[in-house]
Structures are given as structure tokens and as C-alpha cells.
């Protein structure tokens, strides 16, 4: 049924392309956070949809990015340099899931979770108190945007970011569902299903999991660039545990395991997150509510509920994959 | 006949429990190996040592001619170890297909092509079908798993592990919980298994013991009791003892 | 010289909090496979409790009493309102909900007591210090000290010598298994929980006049506890004894000394110790 799939990304692509021409200012920005947040979340789901990996230290690669990218930028380039700052920061980001990754992958499912969120709360106290560097508690402001002027294109204009944006993220999400549709994809799924299995089967599933965590880091790293670019500062939230979990209520509202959830989870946070803020400072309570309703209520994601509904609507299709 | 298999003084201990006491025995090429015993005697605990599950507080294993004690699971598999699981161990979400793919793919280096789409892989497929149909499961392999009986789940278990081609299988207790014509016709699969393939095997049924047996061993309490051909085994005085009330 | 006992002491003191919270979290832990998110921010709602009641009576011990009771009286709500329903879906199910609770008491804490840091004045027979040679000892230091030693005997009791603390020792999850033998599993589990929750609550007030109250402090602690019981190993209190006075040590020294790079220290010392035993120090073999 790959011509149907092929066909609903088509729509969806043609939406995004032209949601900017009926959309105000703010809410095209609205739509800008929603993509960002969205290879975000779809970064997460490699780890816990298809690998069985829960993180809570996903913010990690998000910030360390971020940071990467904001010192470079403000303080080294004076500037994007031909966007060097944000690959300095995916690489950034690479880096600390190959380092990470060393320590973490051996232990046992808590303590994996556990020693992640410790680690990504540690850069954050890091770069809390190291004022000189990252400018602890008020974090770093005056980030530019790339000059793209030679395609026509200004960044510091809303529309033209959202196209900016919207570029990487058709590049990430098409490269994301590569990997998860991809041979080595089918051994995240078995690692997911059957860790020993797998071990007795000949895989080094050390290795794969390794290999996940990096990719996984890599998209992550590039949503904190692009977000750093829209804000224009970095702060210690970036690396922060709320963050993270952010993250990964997107990847479960959503629907874990499906790509597509997770960056509909993402939208459906950012609408709410932005809507309660106009109403009240007190997001958290919500937040935290959702977190709870969520795993009571829905614990398998809003995608796999559309995905029933259209079932019994007779819209049935195949999944694509074994 | 070489040696393919020697284990000397093999023990483990949990905290104060000596699950495994100093066992030592050998196995050559191509011998098919009953271990029998009572329930907690070690058997499953010594076939996770053999495959690398877990490692063991003292002893030494030899395998394919080297010293795999502390060797990972994953690479005795690739020496050629196989192995199914007392307790179904497969893919549960998966599909009777995806689940056989995952075995004929972990040889190759397609399982780190991060690009190329699993369906882009055609003679894994081609391998693949050629293992569901020589079961006769070619009909079932868009079910998930998990959505299989349990006779059929227990068979899929030996077919993923023998569509390997391992050169020494252990098999813990695989006809666990199948009925009788299903238990027999496993049996037969183990019996025409090639002459190259050794066969560790553990069981309760007596009966299969017998027709699959060259040799047998007897763990108690962690420790060796007997080792020898099923006859002499079985006028062991104190395996008699052992047995004795616990019909099989 | 009087500069490393005072930090000695300082780290101690801190070890003592930190014990008490990363005891609770190792035990349900161990128990339940609850890595419980909250309980940072039931120190710090234990906490304020006591800030309110100790303004309200001046007295201290009723404080204390405030926070252990409302704080194990939340936790066994939570747990058996909610928790305990979600168990089969595994981990995940389990830090999402802690955490939403860590967020929802967090936030209320400052809706309620305001974002301004507050502390709880220390009850007036523990106001003095004593002096050895040119070394000053605060009393309310030592006490809590002691009141370390008194937890740390309280908790050694309950898992070595009652029938509740076997169950907790072997790790047993089976209902049917323990039901055999007489014992009810699912009340091991809330007694688990609502224990290391009161000693949570308990925590934040004893904490209150040396350690403070403010909005993240909910966090600061839980990192801290997390960082105790990933190195002492689940389920292991003396992991978490151990973990607690090492890490309360490091805290005190690495403050003082290298105040930018305490947590890196904390990190490095995390790493190292995973590098040798993937599960903490007394935790099961990797």
C-alpha cells in the first residue's frame, strides 16, 4: 500500500507548504515550533517506539547543540559562518551520545533511564554555573541567523524561517523513516521485542543500540539548532529534565513506534502549551496533568485511536513493515 | 571423534546459592546429549552459561576450539551456537515473517544498512520464504506472533534457531507444554538433524529422551549425578532414587 | 584544619538528607520498579508544610510531624490511587506519572509559598553550637546527625529483622507466591511507598533550616538522590548509606572548593564507578 502512503505525505506536504500564506505571524511561528518540536520527538521515537529505549535525558543532545551552536555563533564566528555553527552543533550532539552511549547502553532498563537523566541534568548544572562560557543562569542572547540572501531568502522574516524549517524537517522526517524502514530499522524492532533473542541469534546488540543512540542524538541535535536559530539565545531549559520529558510525552501522546505520531503528539503539545499560557503562568500543573491522563487514558497515543477509528471506518490499509 | 564442547569445574553462586556445582563433562562433535533432572537441579542455568546469558563465579568453557568462558552471547552464536528457550522466546509483535527475517539477517551486513529498506533485500526474502515453506507456515506469515498458539509458537521457536544452521544446538525443553503428536513429530526433526550438528537437549519426557539420546547426564542439586548412555543412566541406583515417584 | 571538619560535618549533615530520601527511592525501587520522580518534590512540599506549621505554633517537632504525615499520607494516595493501577505497562508508565506529579506539586508549591526562598528557623534548644578548640559545632547540625544514626537503625530493623523487610530483601513479585505464605504482597508495596514518602516529607522539614526551601529545589534533590542510588545500586540501602555520605561529602568539599565544577565531580564520580559495576556498587551483577 506504499502508493497510499506516498499520496497522504504528498497532501500533508502540499498543507505545510502552503500553511504560511493563511496563517498569521504568530501562528506560522506557532507552526515553526510545532516542526522543531517534531524531529525532536520523532529523534526520541527511534530510541523509545522502535528500540524500547526510555529516555529522559533526551535534552542532552537538544542543548548540547544549542550550546555549541550559540557559543560559535556569538562569541567565535561573531555570526553563522556559512552555518558551521549548527554543524559544529549535530556534531556536538553526536559526540555527547558517543560518550554517553559508552556509559549508559550496559546497564539495565532503570538504570539506563536513570544515569541519562542524571547525565542531562549534569550539563545542565554545568552550564548553569559556568557563567563565563554559557552565561550560566541568564544563558546567551544575540544568536543571528543564517544569511541566505543569495536564494532569495531573508531569515530574519517568519515565513522565510517557517520555509527554512520546514526544509529540514521534509529532510529529517524522510531520512528518519529511511533508518526505521531500513534493515537495520527491523533489528531496532527486534532489539525492542526480544533483547536476548536477538543476542542468541548473533547480534552485537550492544552495537545497534549504539548505533541508534547516535542517529537518534544527530536529529535531536539539529531540532536544538534550528530552535536556537528561531529564539535567538540558549538557556539551561535547553538541557533541562522538563525538556526532556516534554519530549517524551510528545513521543507517547502521539503514538510511539510510528514516526508520524510522535510529530502529531508534538503539535498537539505545542497548541496546548501555547493556549494555557494565555491563560495562566501555571502550565506545569497542566503539563503534569496531561502526563498522567495520557498514560491512564492513552497510553498507546492518539495515532493508534485514528488509526482504529479509520479501521472501523472501513479506510483499512497494511502496514508497510514485516 | 574431536571434542567439540569440554566444561571443567563449572560453578555458579547467587549470593548464598551454589546453583551450579563444579560441573565437568564433554561432548563430541555430532553426540546428541540428554540432561535431565528435577526441577532447580541447574539444567537451564547451565545452558545460560553455555550461551553467554551469564557468566559463570568459577570454571572454564571450551567450544569450536577455544576457550569461550568469557566470550559474549552473540559471538558464540557467530562461532555457532544456537539455541531455543524453555519459555517461548520470540518476536511477539512481529510477524511469523518478520520474525524469520531477523534470523536469516543477522549473518550478513545488512543489518547496518541504515538506508536501504528491509524490502529492497530480495534474497533475504527469497531465504526467508524458502524456511516457511519447508515448514509448511508459508500460509501464516503475516501474523503476528504474539497472535500464534502455542503449539505454533513453540515451533517457530525451533525453526528460528535451526534456520541458522548452527553446528551445536541446545535446546531447552522444546517440548514443553505440546501435545503429543506435536511432540512426536519434533522428535523426528531432532532425529534427522545432520550427523555435523551436536545436540545438548534438555527434557523431561522420558520417552524422548530415549529415542533422541546417545548420551545422557543427570544434574542434582547443581552437580553431576550420572553421565553415560541412557541404559547405564538409567540402572543408576541413585537416579532410580531421584526419579523415583516422579513419573515424567 | 577547622575548615575540613566543618565541611566534614556540613557533608555529613547532607549525606544524613540525602540518605533518607535515597533510601525511600532504592527500596521502591527495589520493590516495585518505581523510579518515583515526585519524591523530590515531596521533600520540598514536606518542607513547606513544616515552614507553614512551624509559623503557625512555633513549634518545630509539630512541624516535623506535619510534614512526615501529610507528605505518607500523599504518597500512599498516589500510590494506591494511581500507581499501583499501571504497573503491567512497564517503566515507562510509572515515570511519566511520577513525574506529572513532580510538576503538579512543584508548581503548587510556589502558587502557594511564592518563588521567594524561604527557611525554618531551627527550634530554640538546638539554636547554640558547641565549640571544640577553635572549631564551632551547631547543635541543630549534630541533631540531625543523630537523627540519621536513629533512620538509618529504623530502616536497618525494618528490612533485616520484620517479615516486611524479607519480602523487600528478596525482591519477591510474586502475589501468589507470598499470598502462600501468609503475607500481602500489594500492602509490602504500600507500606513501601508510603514510608519512603514520610521520610521524604520528614527530610524537607529536618532540612529546612540548614538546606532551605525554593522552587527547584524539588529537582536539585532528586538529582542528587538519583545520583546516590545509581551509585549504591538498586535496591541496596547500604548503597544507599554509602552513596549518600559520599556524595554529601563531595557536595560540601566540591562547593567550597570548585564551586563551578561540583557537578562534573559528582558526574566523573558516577562514571567511574559505572565503568567498574555497570549496576552501582551493591547492586546485582551486570
Known sequence: MMGFLYLRMAMVTALLAVCPLFLSSFYTGLMILMLIFAIFAMSLDILQGFTGLTSLGHAAFWGTSAYIMGILNVKVFKGCYYGADLIAGVLSAAVVASILGLIVLRSREIYFLMILLASSMMLWGIAFKWRSLTGGDDGLPGISRPDLSLIGLDLGRTTHYYYFVLFFFIVSAILMYLVVHSSFGHTLLGIREGETRMRSLGYNVWLQKYIAFIVSAIFA???????????????????????????????????????????????????????????????????????????????QGVYHLFEQWLRKEGLVWKRSSP | METLLAVKNLSIHFGGLRALDDVCFSVTAGERLAIIGPNGAGKTTLFQLLSGMLFPSSGKIFA?????????????????????????????????????????????????????????????????????????????????VRSLSYGEQRQLEIILTLSQNRSLLLLDEPTCGLSPEEAKSLVSIIRSLPRDVTVLLIDHDIDVIFEVAEKVMVLHLGRVLAFGSPDEVKRNEQVQKIYMGTQS | MAFFITQTINGIVFGVLLFILAAGLTLMLGTMRIVNLAHGSYYLLGGYIGFSIAKETNNFFLACLGGLFAIGILGMGTYKAILSKHFA???????????????????????????????????????????????????YRLAVILIGVMITVFLWWFHERTKYGAIVRAGVDDEEMTQSIGINISLVKTLVFSIGALLAGFAGVVGGPYVGLYTGLGMDILLLALVVVIIGG???????????????LLDSFGKSLLPEFSLFTMFAAMV??????????FGARG
Open chain 2, 64 to 144: 569450536f576450539g577455544r576457550d569461550i568462558t568469557r566470550l559474549s552471547a552473540h559471538r558464540r552464536a557467530i562461532l555457532g551456537m544456537g539455541r531455543t528457550f524453555q519459555v517461548t522466546n520470540l518476536f511477539p509483535k512481529l510477524t511469523v515473517l518478520g520474525n524469520v527475517l531477523l534470523a536469516v539477517e543477522a549473518a550478513g551486513a545488512a543489518k547496518f544498512n541504515l538506508l536501504r529498506p528491509l524490502s529492497s533485500y530480495k534474497p533475504l526474502f527469497v531465504q526467508a520464504e524458502g524456511i516457511l515453506k519447508q515448514w509448511g507456515i508459508w500460509d501464516r506469515r503475516d501474523i503476528p
Open chain 3, 89 to 139: 505497562r512497564g517503566v515507562l508508565s510509572q515515570v511519566l506519572i511520577t513525574f506529572g506529579m513532580f510538576l503538579i506539586i512543584t508548581d503548587l508549591c510556589r502558587w502557594i509559598w511564592g518563588g521567594i526562598p524561604l527557611a525554618i528557623p531551627r527550634p530554640e534548644l538546638l539554636q547554640g553550637s558547641i565549640s571544640i578548640s577553635n572549631i564551632v559545632l551547631p547543635a
Open chain 3, 272 to 281: 567511574i564507578v559505572l565503568a567498574i559495576k555497570p549496576n552501582g556498587l
Open chain 1, 221 to 299: 541535535g539539529l531540532a536544538g539548532g534550528l530552535i536556537t536559530y528561531y529564539n535567538g539565545f540558549v538557556n539551561p531549559s535547553d538541557l533541562h529534565l522538563v525538556t526532556s520529558a516534554e519530549a517524551l510525552i510528545m513521543v507517547i501522546l502521539g503514538g510511539a513506534g510510528t514516526l508520524i505520531g510522535p510529530a502529531i503528539g508534538a503539535g498537539i503539545i505545542i497548541l496546548i502549551k501555547n493556549i494555557v499560557s494565555g491563560y495562566t503562568e501555571h502550565w506545569m500543573i497542566i503539563l503534569g496533568a496531561i502526563y498522567i491522563l495520557t498514560v491512564i487514558f492513552a497510553p
Open chain 3, 234 to 248: 538498586m535496591g541496596s540501602l547500604w548503597g544507599a548509606l554509602i552513596g549518600a555520605l559520599f556524595i554529601g
